[in-house]
């Protein structure tokens, strides 16, 4: 199983950026992935979670009604779509497997093991 993102770069407040993340090697539906980031002294944080099974999605309430995550139909690929950008959405986003638990993304698991792709920088600044 691999996942690899891409899609950062540097943005202006109030602008968007759309970041991918493929995936390879998942072979059962029954798996979630999403998107996670984490800025330079912070905690990581969960962003957003897709579940392939259902099409349900979670989000953090600090990108409730920004961000939009979805799926390629034809493919393991998630986007996430970031709009109305701020500079705290600054940060190393990663995608991973997750898991939606309570109405929130977290970390998840497919078949016992969490899986990252590479962090994409993402950099809202003026």
């Known amino acids: 199983v691999q996942l690899q993102a891409s899609g950062g770069g540097l943005v202006q407040p109030g602008g968007s950026l759309r970041l991918s993340c493929e995936g390879s090697g998942f072979t059962r539906p029954y798996y979630a992935i999403g998107w996670f980031r984490q800025a330079p002294g912070k905690e990581r944080e969960a962003v957003a979670c897709?579940?392939?099974?259902?099409?349900?999605?979670v989000y953090a309430d600090s990108v409730k009604g920004r961000f939009t995550i979805s799926r390629d139909d034809a493919k393991i690929t998630v986007y996430l779509q970031m709009n109305t950008l701020k500079p705290e959405d600054t940060a190393v986003y990663y995608c991973?497997?997750?898991?939606?638990?309570?109405?929130?993304?977290?970390?998840?698991?497919?078949?016992?093991?969490?899986?990252w792709g590479e962090g994409t920088q993402v950099t809202v600044s003026s």
């Open positions: 897709f579940a392939f099974a259902d099409s349900s999605t």
């Open positions: 991973a497997t997750c898991t939606q638990s309570r109405g929130v993304p977290r970390v998840g698991y497919y078949f016992g093991k969490t899986y």
